[in-house]
Structures are given as structure tokens and as C-alpha cells.
């Protein structure tokens, strides 16, 4: 039993952890708030250790004026891909009365399992939630989803010594607020590079 001047605050039956650098399954410590809009808030984020290069962490968080809303993260590493997958969803939000959601995929992929010419590449970097109000009511558990800007940035590149080429699609979802608009940058749909990067410089000297 954790106590706070005495007073019982986390009763537990057991309690188990590392005694090495080695990771663990089971749950993380519990977080509680609460506000005048949300709320009490509480979340009980559980840790899957499902494999040394792969893990999941499930951090469901009841809201009392809202619901209960299930997050989780999935990280992954391979040797020729690597990415982070993060989800939330909170069916009917019983303040704004529907569904909300948020999404969010950074990937990268050297691409070579799939039969591509060598020194092709991918990278991912997708961010969408439901609505324009996500940013103010969930600051606190999307990370980097919590801006007024969320980019969806896709790169298809290929690289052979000095020469690489590219092709990028960038689409961003703005989320307005009525009383403070903001212009919404430019998409690229498509966008075509290539680039030349000589080794030397005239004179031997390496660039």
C-alpha cells in the first residue's frame, strides 16, 4: 500500500519489476487529474513487451464527463524498417456528442525486401484526428497530433552515389477555430527532386 501522509492512496496486491535493464510486461504506474470541463480523469497504461524489437503500450483513460478513451502505441524496429504507430478513440464523447479519433504513423523503409532497385527508400509521417475542436480538448495525450497543423508527408526516394531522386506528396489538415482562423500552408501534390552532389571539387578538395 502506497500511503501519502498516512493516508492509503494506491493498494495493491503485489507489485513486480526488473532487477536488470531487461523490459517487462504489466502495468505502468496510474495517472490521475481532473477539470471543470473534462472532469476526473484517470488512465491505467498497460505495457506489452512483446518482442526486443517490438512493444505496445495500451493507455485506456476514463474521462467522467466525456467517456473513456483508448489510446495505444506500437513501436516496431527492424533492420530495414522502423516506424511508431499511435491511435486513440473515444466513442460518443458525451460533451460534443460524437465520435473522436486521432491517428498517427512515422515509417521508415529502406524498401529492399520488396524487390526495388537498391538505395530506394519510404518515409511515412501521417497525423489525422476527427474534428477541429481535437487540439483543445485532448492536449494532453496526442503528442505532436496537438497542433493546428498536422502535416501528412509521404517521400519515395532513390539514391545511387551522387544522384538521388525523389517524390513527395505533403497534404496538411488544418483545424480552424472560428474565433482565430489560420491560413493553411500549401500542399504539395506532387513534388519531383533530383539532385547531383559531386564527391570533389575542382582541385582535389572533397566537398
Do not use: C
Amino acid at each position: 500500500v502506497l500511503r501519502v501522509y498516512g493516508v492509503p492512496v494506491v493498494p495493491l496486491p503485489y507489485l513486480s519489476f526488473p532487477l536488470s535493464d531487461q523490459r517487462k510486461s504489466g502495468f505502468l504506474p496510474p495517472t490521475t487529474g481532473g477539470d471543470n470541463v473534462n472532469g476526473t480523469v484517470v488512465a491505467v497504461p498497460y505495457y506489452w513487451n512483446i518482442a526486443p524489437n517490438r512493444d505496445a503500450t495500451f493507455s485506456p483513460t476514463y474521462m467522467g464527463r466525456r467517456g473513456t478513451d483508448l489510446g495505444a502505441e506500437f513501436r516496431y524496429l527492424e533492420p530495414q524498417y522502423r516506424g511508431q504507430l499511435r491511435t486513440n478513440y473515444m466513442p460518443d464523447d458525451q460533451l460534443r456528442r460524437r465520435d473522436r479519433w486521432a491517428f498517427g504513423l512515422q515509417h521508415q523503409d529502406a524498401l529492399q525486401r520488396a524487390g526495388l532497385p537498391a538505395g530506394t527508400s519510404l518515409k511515412l509521417d501521417l497525423n489525422r484526428v476527427s474534428d477541429d475542436d481535437y487540439w483543445r480538448d485532448f492536449t494532453r495525450n496526442t503528442g505532436s497530433l496537438t497542433s493546428r497543423l498536422l502535416s501528412n508527408d509521404a517521400t519515395l526516394g532513390w539514391a545511387r552515389g551522387p544522384v538521388s531522386l525523389q517524390v513527395r506528396t505533403l497534404k496538411w489538415q488544418t483545424l480552424q477555430d472560428p474565433t482565430a482562423l489560420i491560413t493553411p500552408p500549401y500542399d504539395r501534390l506532387p513534388q519531383l527532386a533530383a539532385r547531383y552532389s559531386a564527391n570533389r571539387l575542382p582541385g582535389g578538395l572533397v566537398a
